[in-house]
């Protein structure tokens, strides 16, 4: 059973400092999904990662993908109060449906002044 | 980005009633629907899972004769939740899929049971 572990659960960091939330899990697969949810709201995609050693890069924010570390990383560079939201990562479980997720346990980011 | 659209956005309803969520692939076929569920300050959890014109296959512990699901399309899905307790009360989110590596999902239900 595909296990996806994030950590750390809660973030709080002061404007301008850099920080990476990490992303475990279980089995193999070569699919990784980076979300963001703001309070009541559903799910913003941010990254889909599909290979060893991708790398995608939007604003502030940086994804990576390591396969056999069975690992992903969010860098979040000067951070900024409006990147404040819960983050998740997912991992596509191919041993079920085709685009089967299974999502970590979030990273809840409060970025203060 | 595909377009998807889940409604209603929120509901309150009375416990022992039912409530039916639709979610819409509006500009894709969804081959496949992932219907998850999030209580608050958890993460999501998949319910089940269904194809069009099949039965949904349920996550353990998810109780089918109480959730259920519809796929007759391939752009239409329903969750009907039946006679809804308290402890139903979550944020019901939809994925629909056509099988490519892009994932969108719905813009949630947020379900009150009083």
């Known amino acids: 059973e595909l296990k996806v572990e994030q950590n750390p659960l809660f973030l709080s960091m002061q404007e301008g400092k850099n920080y990476t939330i990490y992303c475990n899990y279980s089995t193999t697969s070569d699919r990784l999904y980076w979300y963001r949810q703001d309070p009541g709201k559903s799910l913003e995609s941010l990254f889909v990662?599909?290979?060893?050693?991708a790398v995608k890069q939007e604003g502030r924010l940086m994804a990576s993908l390591d396969t056999k570390a069975r690992l992903s990383t969010l860098h979040i560079t000067a951070a900024v109060h409006d990147l404040s939201a819960t983050y998740f990562c997912?991992?596509?479980?191919?041993?079920?449906?085709?685009?089967?997720?299974?999502f970590g346990t979030g990273t809840l980011l409060a970025v203060q002044p | 980005g595909a377009v998807v659209s889940q409604h209603p956005s929120w509901v309150i309803c009375k416990s022992g009633t039912s409530v039916k969520i639709e979610c819409r692939s509006l500009?894709?076929?969804?081959?496949?629907m992932f219907w998850y569920r999030q209580f608050p300050k958890q993460s999501l959890m998949l319910m089940a899972t269904s194809n069009e014109g099949s039965k949904a296959t349920y996550e353990q512990g998810v109780e089918k004769d109480k959730f259920l699901i519809n796929h007759a399309s391939l752009t239409l899905s329903t969750l009907t939740v039946t006679s809804a307790h308290p402890e139903d009360s979550s944020f019901y989110i939809c994925n629909p899929s056509q099988g490519s590596t892009e994932a969108f999902f719905g813009q949630g239900t947020r379900l009150t049971v009083v």
């Open positions: 997912a991992v596509d479980d191919y041993g079920g449906a085709t685009n089967k997720l299974i």
């Open positions: 990662l599909l290979s060893n050693g």
């Open positions: 500009d894709f076929q969804a081959t496949t």
